[in-house]
């Protein structure tokens, strides 16, 4: 299975401030079609996961525009320009170009 | 729009069993491969098992293998999880969802205790 691995795991930040994490995979994530299913999910407490980002960096619905994901291949970014309240909770990277499906550790982010 | 609602999650004791459905709506049920996913308290997301549109297929981590078995009605557009033989470490929140995991529901709480 692949194995997705994030960084920081745990990442304290002032509201109005960016923010990124870092996810990596033990294989390249590209399909054979094309595209790369690489995608972010955000958990806030006691809520279920939403996911905001998929293929690298298309936002999901109703997604603000001050996150964006990029990278290729192994190596990829979610970054919040500027962080709000809201934006508390869990953040996981997620990959479904090779099945089964893995996830990432999580990535707690929480205002400082 | 797309709807997923995971139901039949309760409390039971070590060595029972449960079966969980997950209703879904809005969608083609029957063109997707369907997932299991669940979440231990204060812990990350874990994929059990997945079943292909078919039904022909299956997958189940190691961590259930032998004991959970995940079905599907295309029917009734519904998928579900039986789970044997149940541990103190199946305590989670179980989650069903679509390939890419674009729709979450609410989930449905087992808690294994005695």
Redesign the interface.
């Known amino acids: 299975d692949v194995v997705m691995t994030q960084s920081p795991l745990s990442l304290p930040v002032t509201t109005g401030q960016p923010a990124s994490i870092s996810c990596r995979s033990s294989q390249s994530l590209a399909h054979s079609n094309g595209n790369t299913?690489l995608?972010w999910?955000h958990q806030r407490p006691g809520q279920?996961?939403?996911?905001l980002i998929?293929r690298i960096s298309d936002r999901?619905s109703g997604v603000p525009d001050r996150f964006s994901g990029s990278g290729s291949g192994s190596d990829f970014t979610l970054k919040i320009s500027r962080v709000e309240a809201e934006d508390v909770g869990?953040y996981?990277c997620?990959q479904?170009t090779h099945?089964?499906?893995?996830?990432?550790?999580?990535t707690k982010v929480e205002i400082k | 729009q797309v709807q997923v609602v995971e139901s039949g999650g309760g409390l039971v004791k070590p060595g029972g069993s449960l079966r969980l459905s997950c209703a879904a709506s809005g969608f083609t049920f029957s063109d997707y491969?369907m997932?299991w996913i669940r979440q231990a308290p204060g812990k990350?997301?874990?994929?059990i098992t997945?079943i292909t549109n078919s039904g022909n297929d299956k997958?189940y981590?190691d961590s259930v293998k032998g004991r959970f078995t995940i079905s599907r009605d295309n029917a009734q557009n519904s998928l579900y999880l039986q789970m044997n033989s149940l541990r103190d470490e199946d305590t989670a929140i179980y989650?069903c969802a679509k390939?890419?995991?674009?729709?979450?529901?609410?989930?449905t709480l087992v808690i294994v205790s005695s």
Do not use: F, H, I, K
Request: hydrophobic share 25%; net charge negative; charged share 15%.
């Open positions: 299913y995608g999910l279920s996961p939403r996911r998929y999901d869990v996981y997620m479904d099945w089964p499906p893995t996830v990432g550790q999580g | 491969t997932s990350g997301l874990e994929w997945y997958y981590a989650y390939p890419g995991a674009d729709y979450w529901g609410p989930g």
